[in-house]
């Protein structure tokens, strides 16, 4: 994106695994500008999935768009 807006979240989920750490998944959208002039406007859907220690270290993120 040339300019955006703030994402857009939509649904999260939260699962505790068994040696205390967590997986989370946070979905949403981002809008903006792909044209340098401001003519083009897009929205990606995105899902954040991160794994964080049970002490509340991340360790581990990814972030792809889906369609």
Known sequence: ???YYDPEY???TASQNEDGSWDV???GNMS???GDYHDNFET???VVTAQ???R???LDISVR???
Request: proline content about 0%; cysteine-free; charged content about 10%.
């Open 10 to 12: 939509g649904t999260s």
């Open 1 to 3: 994106f040339n300019s």
């Open 25 to 27: 998944t946070l979905k």
């Open 56 to 58: 509340g270290n991340l």
């Open 32 to 34: 903006g500008y792909i």
């Open 65 to 67: 768009q889906v369609s």
């Open 52 to 54: 964080v220690s049970e």
């Open 44 to 46: 990606y859907r995105f």
